[in-house]
Every structure is written in structure tokens, then in C-alpha cells.
């Protein structure tokens, strides 16, 4: 199995706090993804990069957080206000076929993040 | 905006069942599609995928799609306790670059 490491795996924060979570994708993949998940139930897409480069985000990501992938072999998910909305379960997955095989996505253990 | 609808919500069967989950996709230019499973407190991981019309089997599980009629399906045949767990399914959307999008989710509950 592949292995995406996700660090830290529990933070937790006061409202107005800024968060930072680190994703280490599987050597080789060349594309990551990140979900957000709360409640055990959907997994919402937050952003998606291809060889490093951003392709695709949603709204949300572009006005609260910030997403960068500045090597291979590590992405990080910030969010620069914590709201209380944000509490959830931030899953990093990587993809050797960018998404094409949508079989092939490896997930992390994810970051559980808590804005009291 | 693309949209992945998954039914039922949840779904409780007795062991030995045959279990049946769907899935329905908005755009019709949608190329792969899979279904994932997540247990518990774990990671989602990867149970079949298909790209072309029709079925794939392996072992209990049969995958099925019908991309004429925007839908596809997650059978598994002689339920166990251990495949309790949340089935999300998954589609890849676009064309040089494949964002995936996964569905609400089905909790399945299989009781002994």
C-alpha cells in the first residue's frame, strides 16, 4: 500500500488562530489532493495540484486558506483565521496518475483539527 | 457544477446479503469512476474502478456502470460484519487535468 504521511494529526485552535497541516505524498506521485471531512461523511474537494502547480480550487480556499506544494515531496494546507466551521478532518491524498484512474488515490491518516 | 448523488444514506443488511449502493453523476463527460471505502477512524481507501461501460467483478464486489445513463453501482455479494464502513464513491472530471469529486457517502451497517 502507499504511503501518505499527514502531519500533525490532531491540532486544535482558538477562532482567529492561524493552522497549518503538512501532507508528504507517495515518491513518484505527481498529483495531490485535499478533502475536507466532517462528521464522518462527505469528502469535500478543496484543492487540487498536478506536478506542484495549483489546478483547481474551491472558493473557499482561495479567501481563507493557503495551499502550496513547494517540493515533491511535501505540501502544506494553512488556514490563515480559523472559524468554528472549519473543524474537521483535512485528508491529503496523492495520485500517480494525476487523477485519471480515480481508483488510484492514496489517502492519509488525515489532520483533525479542533477551533474552539 | 458538477454533482455526485449517492442512495441510500445508510443501509443495514444481515451477514450472507447481497448489498447494492448507487451512485449518479451530473456530467456526462465524466471518464473514471470508483468506489471507496472507509472504516471507522481510518483513511479511505480504494476498492474498484472502472472506466468503460459494463461490469467488473472482483471477488465479492461488482462493480457496475452505465455512463448513457449517468449512473453507476457497488455490489457486494455475501455481506460480512467487516464491511461495515462508510462506501464513498468517486468520479474524475476533466480533460488534460482530472479533478476527482466523491459523493455524500453511504454508511453501510452489516449485522452478524
Known amino acids: 500500500d502507499a504511503a501518505v504521511t499527514q502531519k500533525p494529526r490532531y491540532l486544535i485552535k482558538m477562532k482567529g488562530q492561524e493552522a497549518e497541516m503538512k501532507c508528504i505524498p507517495e515518491?513518484?506521485?505527481?498529483?495531490v489532493f485535499w478533502y475536507q471531512q466532517k462528521q464522518s461523511k462527505e469528502l469535500k474537494f478543496l484543492i487540487y495540484f498536478q506536478n506542484q502547480q495549483p489546478l483547481d480550487q474551491i472558493d473557499m480556499v482561495k479567501e481563507r486558506f493557503s495551499a502550496v506544494c513547494p517540493s515533491s515531496s511535501l505540501c502544506s494546507l494553512g488556514i490563515r483565521t480559523c472559524e468554528a466551521e472549519d473543524s474537521a478532518l483535512y485528508l491529503c491524498?496523492?495520485?500517480?496518475?494525476?487523477?485519471?484512474?480515480?481508483?488510484?488515490?492514496?489517502f492519509g491518516e488525515g489532520s483533525k483539527l479542533t477551533v474552539l | 457544477q458538477q454533482k455526485v448523488q449517492q442512495s441510500p444514506e445508510s443501509l443495514i443488511v444481515p451477514e450472507g446479503a447481497m448489498t447494492s449502493l448507487n451512485c449518479t453523476f451530473s456530467d456526462s463527460a465524466s471518464q473514471y469512476f470508483a468506489w471507496y471505502r472507509q472504516h471507522s477512524g481510518k483513511a479511505p481507501k480504494a476498492l474498484m474502478s472502472?472506466?468503460?461501460?459494463g461490469e467488473k467483478e472482483e471477488g465479492r464486489f461488482t462493480i457496475h456502470l452505465n455512463k448513457a445513463s449517468l449512473h453507476f453501482s457497488l455490489h457486494i455479494r455475501d455481506s460480512q460484519p467487516s464491511d461495515s464502513a462508510l462506501y464513498l464513491c468517486a468520479v474524475s472530471i476533466g480533460t488534460n487535468a482530472y479533478k476527482v469529486i466523491f459523493g455524500k457517502g453511504t454508511h453501510l451497517h452489516v449485522l452478524p
Open positions: 472502472i472506466f468503460s461501460n
Open positions: 491524498s496523492s495520485s500517480p496518475t494525476g487523477g485519471r484512474d480515480t481508483g488510484q488515490l492514496y
Open positions: 515518491k513518484g506521485h505527481t498529483a
